[in-house]
């Protein structure tokens, strides 16, 4: 394993249309799931989900955009800039803002180890 890694996000390998960059993967980070979402204004096909089954908390950093969480019910507007972090037990969906959103997901279990679903893995290691 090497020391560091560096890469630009639009070259990183990307799954959903390129929707979501595999930041963690691309890194080799293995500690905590990391991924990068671009989503367009409008996009209306971010999945409402939970991370109750797996125990991972998630925290969710507006790189530029703005979006519009739902965490359970509750309405949370999060600009560039602004962080939120959600419990694994609660409910989470996002809608994009005006000028669409790109978003740091970073994710682990709680007290566990983290374990890269193979969705999120580079599509030599599927």
Known sequence: MNRFSAMPIDQME???G????????????RSF???VLD??????HYPEHDHSED???EVYLVLRGSAEFEVD??????????????EPGYRRRLDPGPDGVRILAIGCALGGS???PRDFRLAEQR
Do not use: D, N, S
Not at 18 to 29: F, I, R, T, W, Y
Not at 39 to 44: C, D, N, T, V
Not at 73 to 86: C, D, F, H, N, T
């Open 114 to 116: 983290y374990e890269r």
């Open 55 to 57: 125990g991972q908390e």
């Open 39 to 44: 989503f367009p204004a409008g996009f209306a």
């Open 14 to 16: 990307g799954i959903h």
């Open 33 to 35: 799931g990391l991924q």
């Open 73 to 86: 019910g509750e309405k949370v507007p999060v600009a560039g800039g602004e962080m939120l972090r959600v």
């Open 18 to 29: 390129g929707a979501v960059k595999l930041a963690g993967a691309e890194l080799g980070v």
